[in-house]
């Protein structure tokens, strides 16, 4: 597979809903997403019949036209009722002689489904094909799909295109009831981008976090380092957030410990539920009962592999520390 090198990347849509999904899932990756607007690039002709025939000619029309490496998305949604329309032709069933009109699509397709007296649920499916072309005509296509069911009456108001009839499987509310981060993590588009990953590999920006602390530059660590999906937490001691001391109690310590990571990973874009790895050096071994509460409230749905250790720490009143690695896919 060609990797992704350069800086910038023009990603070929006329579409301000998946413009503004893509430049959120490229947005760890310190790439600059140009988009058709910049470059005032006419709308190709969707002439093929497949979704990787779509998005090829898109991604290679603006490839050739700017000479960038250039990323088209040729979507739509399957219903099973439908044999699989609109399917390619999604963007078609909202055409009218004055623009696109999405309301009158999702209702054409609930109307195609009434028809037939088609069964609840009526399942459906939305799919994406993402193509990178670089200008000297290769290119690399990944595809992606979210399993769900339409739904009528129209939920929501986020999102765009058919996201308001579209309830995704194991939601009870559609896309466009859904937080548009949320979406992004589980969408069509999601899908095929996290295959479409493996390209920017050698360009997974670095960040380091730093939490402020005067031994940072001294001892030549972060706070945190984010890398791509990864974000590495460095050994976090108990001290109150406040009045810096460390309580007397391994259990508040270890209270305290805790909280830093939660705050130090949602400051990176992460959750405690991304929490792959744990790794505890307490001074005591007798500690461990004592700091059952804080670890079972934090982990006990959350399980990452962990290991303990009995060892020194480099303050005599420092009884824990925990450093953890978390995952984002
Ligand atoms: O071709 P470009 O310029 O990228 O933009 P487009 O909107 O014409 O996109 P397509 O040709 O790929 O048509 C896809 C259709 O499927 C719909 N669609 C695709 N992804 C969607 C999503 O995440 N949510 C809702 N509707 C979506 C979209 O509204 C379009 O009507
Ligand atoms: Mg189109």
Known sequence: MRKFTGDRLLFATHNK?????????????????LSNDDFGLPEPEETETTFVGNARIKAHAAAKATGLPALSDDSGIEVDALDGAPGVYTA??????????????MTRTWDACEKIAAPLPRR??????L????????DEVFEGKAEGQLVWPMRGAHGHGYDPMFQPEGYD???????PAKKNQISHRADAFRKLVQCFEAKMARQNIS??????????????VVQGGWCFVAGTTGADPVSKAFPDSVLD???NTLATIKAVLEGAGF?????????YVITDAAYVEEIIPALSKTFGEIRPAAMMIVAGLVNPAMKIEIEVTAFKG
């Open 17 to 33: 809903g998946k413009l503004e999904e893509m430049r959120a899932l490229l947005a760890p990756f310190g790439i600059t997403v």
């Open 92 to 105: 078609d069933w909202a055409e009218t002689p004055t623009g696109r009109d999405f309301t009158l699509a």
């Open 124 to 129: 459906a499916r939305f799919r994406s094909t």
């Open 131 to 138: 193509v990178l072309a670089w200008p000297d005509g290769h």
């Open 173 to 179: 509310i559609t896309f466009a009831e859904m937080d």
């Open 211 to 224: 939490g402020g602390s005067p031994y940072e530059p001294k001892l030549g660590y972060s706070r945190a």
């Open 253 to 255: 310590q270890a209270r």
């Open 271 to 279: 959750s405690m539920a991304d929490v792959v790895r744990a790794n």
